[in-house]
């Protein structure tokens, strides 16, 4: 995550071996400092675990119980049917279909458009700080108000957007057309985030190497796909990992954009209208459960992808 | 690309500059356009408003739930805030600086939780909360932002943290200062620009949150201002809601747009050397 590998390089080489041999008891400034670490890292871990371990735990168990709200007094143990249920129903894989969707296509289109980004603000002789002031307002803005700036715009009559379609058209009421707008939406917001971590990784590449390719007469396109594509590569993959697992979890655009009608809802959505419009939280704990697994699956592609600079390794060196 | 580039390559870069400008600008302005409009000419799908008022913003701070929602966004957003950049500020200094068992495990922790779900929290959070009456109530809230806050706020300031010159905290401890007294009268005022540029990204998540307000709260007690403005329905039941909505989408929008402009190096910094996401 962090993608200064230099500082990194530099806290690896501090540490005195003597820690290492481990047998050497522990004097008394190493044990103050071991309490002061662990005292001061106990909020946050307590926090952390309770607030995210505990909820999920307690969601296993409700996914496994008949657990409606509307029959609080027929709560009893079900074993895996909720899973059965929502695993067998044409309203998950669709909603799974569209997140997947979503996901694939506005990632790809925001890495293209973000490294577009990256190399203008880091190449751009004018204007440089109005840039990249103007492209952190789309990152900071709420992602609510964004999404209604985009409603608004399609929403015929009332939007310039709308008016420049053929008339009669409503594009937030077909599926593609709606999903299409889902993803400018994610797209619009998201870019400057995913240009900013690929700026990170651009100044890495020395300019140097880039001045002798040239010498040497590599054109733009070969510089770009021979050097400066593979060096960033740990900046790419933290960039494409994040913004995957982000884009997964989209909620606000299209609970604001569609509310999830016409086919249009995400798994996110899905699993928040079984809980507040189907009221039955034996089902909604199920698809959180399916929803959980499903990320952390796509973490685990990545770190795979990774391979030694996965982020889940890092610490170690960081020690 | 050197100080002496031709003219045209100049006017080149502006070109393409004035691209992202306006790429960035135009839903926002569109926003802005509409929140301006008059009740008569909000459906006329004009970019810029023909006539101008400020009605839309006089209207909104009439309804109950918006300026509720308001004092509880700004509330919940600050004291997630401050709570969080503390714990924070604490673990990342332990990380960034001490030897202790169960670091590597915190940062997995804080890593995991960065690529955690938020949805799948929402059925039993909803559960638990109801059962020990944490919903609809500020803490309610404020219990989840300081998780989801956190990893951004240990990575952010661990990234900080590890630039900061140490020699000087060893020699507040030759002077004979503890180490807690070295953190507090050495490291913390060093620290200080790394700690405020992660508040910075820490309210900005908070304020932008919409999936734990509307899951978590279900009156003015607590609902913010995201969940507000998602269920406006107009200053009276025949009043046109665009209106209210665009004026009070501008409202939620002009703390973002103050720290861009004060803070933008900053930001970009603090999300470019260890953050995660804001």
Redesign the interface.
């Known amino acids: 995550m962090t993608l200064d590998s230099g500082a990194l390089a530099e806290a690896t080489t501090k540490e005195p071996p003597a820690h290492r041999a481990g047998k050497i008891p522990l004097s008394e400034g190493k044990k103050a400092e071991r309490r002061l670490g662990l005292w001061l890292c106990a909020p946050a871990a307590i926090i952390m675990v309770a607030v995210t371990a505990y909820p999920i735990i307690y969601a296993i168990w409700l996914s496994l119980q008949r657990y409606d709200l509307r029959f609080p007094a027929e709560r009893e143990f079900a074993g895996l049917s909720n899973y059965g249920a929502v695993l067998s129903s044409g309203y998950w894989w669709q909603a799974f279909l569209i997140t997947v969707i979503i996901t694939v296509v506005s990632v790809a289109i925001e890495f293209v458009l973000g490294l577009a980004l990256a190399l203008v603000m880091h190449r751009t002789i004018v204007g440089r700080g109005l840039t990249r002031t103007v492209v952190l307002i789309p990152y900071g803005i709420v992602t609510v108000v964004a999404a209604f700036s985009w409603q608004f715009a399609w929403t015929p009559d009332k939007g310039y957007l709308a008016a420049m379609l053929s008339d009669g058209s409503a594009p937030l009421t077909g599926q593609t057309s709606a999903i299409a707008i889902i993803i400018l939406a994610e797209v619009w917001k998201t870019t400057p985030f995913m240009a900013l971590l690929l700026m990170a990784g651009l100044a890495l590449v020395p300019d140097d190497l880039l001045k002798a390719a040239q010498v040497d007469g590599a054109g733009p396109w070969q510089r770009l796909t021979q050097i400066i594509l593979p060096m960033m590569k740990p900046a790419i993959l933290v960039a494409l990992l994040f913004r995957t697992l982000d884009a997964f979890r989209v909620f606000d655009n299209i609970y604001i954009l569609t509310q999830g009608s016409n086919g249009t809802g995400s798994v996110s959505m899905l699993g928040y209208d079984n809980l507040f419009k189907a009221f039955n939280l034996g089902i909604g704990s199920a698809i959180s459960v399916l929803i959980f697994i499903a990320v952390a699956l796509i973490a685990l592609l990545f770190i795979k992808l990774f391979g030694a600079s996965a982020p889940g390794s890092e610490p170690a060196g960081k020690r | 690309?050197t100080a002496t580039?031709p003219a045209n390559?100049?006017v080149g870069?502006?070109v393409?500059?004035l691209i992202?400008?306006l790429?960035?600008?135009i839903?926002?302005l569109?926003?802005v356009s509409?929140s301006f409009k008059t009740a008569d000419t909000?459906?006329d799908?004009?970019?810029i408003p023909r006539s101008w008022t400020w009605s839309n913003y006089a209207q909104i701070f009439q309804i109950d739930l918006f300026t509720s929602a308001l004092r509880n966004s700004i509330g919940i957003a600050i004291i997630s805030t401050v709570i969080a950049v503390v714990?924070?500020t604490?673990?990342a200094?332990?990380?960034a600086r001490?030897?202790?068992?169960?670091?590597?495990a915190?940062?997995?922790?804080?890593?995991?939780?960065?690529?955690?779900?938020?949805?799948?929290?929402?059925?039993?959070?909803?559960?638990?909360e109801r059962a020990v009456g944490l919903f609809d109530t500020w803490p309610g809230l404020i219990?989840?932002y300081?998780?989801f806050a956190?990893?951004l706020a240990?990575?952010t300031l661990?990234?900080f943290f590890?630039?900061i010159p140490w020699e000087l905290e060893k020699a507040a401890k030759m002077d004979g200062a503890?180490?807690?007294q070295a953190f507090r009268s050495v490291i913390v005022p060093l620290a200080a620009p790394g700690v405020f540029t992660t508040a910075i990204l820490v309210f900005?998540f908070c304020?932008?949150d919409?999936?734990f307000a509307?899951?978590l709260t279900s009156t003015s007690r607590s609902q913010t201002a995201?969940v507000a403005?998602?269920q406006f329905t107009g200053a009276s039941q025949f009043a046109e809601p665009?209106g209210s909505?665009?004026a009070a989408?501008v409202l939620?929008?002009i703390p973002?747009?103050i720290?861009?402009?004060f803070f933008?190096r900053r930001?970009?910094a603090g999300?470019?050397?260890?953050a995660?996401?804001?």
């Not at chain 2, 960065?114 to 959070?125: E, Y």
């Open positions: 690309m580039a390559k100049k870069w502006s393409i500059n992202v400008i790429y960035a600008l839903p926002v569109w926003i509409l909000i459906s799908g004009n970019f714990i924070g604490m673990a200094y332990a990380i001490l030897d202790f068992p169960g670091k590597k915190l940062v997995g922790v804080s890593l995991l939780i960065a690529m955690f779900p938020q949805i799948s929290l929402v059925s039993p959070l909803f559960d638990i219990l989840p300081i998780t956190l990893p240990i990575y661990s990234a590890r630039e503890t180490p807690l900005i304020w932008n919409f999936l509307v899951s995201t403005i998602s665009t909505i665009a989408a939620l929008t973002i747009i720290f861009v402009l933008q930001i970009v999300l470019t050397s260890g995660v996401k804001g």
